[in-house]
């Protein structure tokens, strides 16, 4: 009876982890299509990125459902309460990061043919190679229980906000050589942000695999980098 009951809850997990891989694999592509849409001003590319969103959040209630079954069955306990509360965790930070790719191919339907700097265009194609390489790093690790690529992964995120740093200074510069660029360097600066925003996502589901297989949280303070605002700019300015 026992044996039965472990391989029963072995079998739930697996059944998270498939559905946590699935919406991972989602969520990349999301982020791949809509900065594609942005780049290339493809509006039907944008729609389907957008559509795409209803999958995602089909898949995180049916983690939550998954979950809260397996807890009322097992009431596990120690690493295997962390195994599922981690679950959650993780599905919550992809429905974000899925939603945040959606508002990214929504400026994208919303920008047209409206004119495009390229230089700049290009730093937002490197900032979303950054976060993708991050999400896919730090959805291995979650697979592998591997806590250096998770905290390696976590380290990383000073990097995307250093690009998203110096890619809104540029808009800024963009926008006061010439009031044409305005339109289109606005709707770019909440892409960037929300590229940043994906980081922060893949830099939490970071700690909560240290969480899962440490069993104690990631206490450390976060490093940061991410100076884009205006008081920002500012400071720096002034010194």
């Not at 969520?27 to 594609?36: M, N, T």
Request: aromatic letters at 4%.
């Amino acid at each position: 009876m026992t044996e039965h009951t472990t391989k029963a809850f072995d079998t739930e997990l697996q059944t998270l982890a498939r559905q946590l891989a699935e919406m991972g694999g989602l969520a990349e592509k999301q982020i791949g299509d809509a900065v594609e849409a942005l780049v290339r001003r493809d509006v039907r590319l944008a729609q389907r990125v957008v559509a795409l969103d209803t999958a995602i959040d089909n898949l995180q209630r049916e983690v939550e459902e998954q979950a809260v079954l397996t807890l009322a069955r097992r009431q596990p306990m120690a690493v295997d309460l962390r195994e599922i509360v981690g679950a959650l965790r993780i599905c919550n930070n992809l429905e974000r990061i899925g939603d945040y790719a959606k508002n990214i191919a929504k400026r994208a339907m919303a920008l047209g043919a409206e004119y495009q700097p390229g230089k700049v265009v290009r730093g937002v194609e490197h900032m979303a190679d950054l976060v993708l390489t991050q999400l896919r790093r730090v959805l291995d690790s979650y697979v592998r229980h591997d806590v250096a690529e998770a905290i390696a992964v976590w380290k990383g995120d000073e990097e995307v906000d250093a690009v998203n740093t110096s890619l809104f200074r540029e808009l800024l510069t963009y926008m006061m050589e010439d009031p044409r660029n305005i339109t289109f360097c606005t709707q770019l600066l909440f892409c960037t942000k929300n590229l940043e925003r994906m980081g922060d996502h893949a830099t939490n589901i970071a700690e909560t695999v240290y969480y899962i297989v440490e069993g104690r949280p990631l206490t450390d303070e976060r490093p940061k980098g991410d100076l884009s605002s205006l008081a920002a700019v500012a400071s720096g300015a002034k010194g």
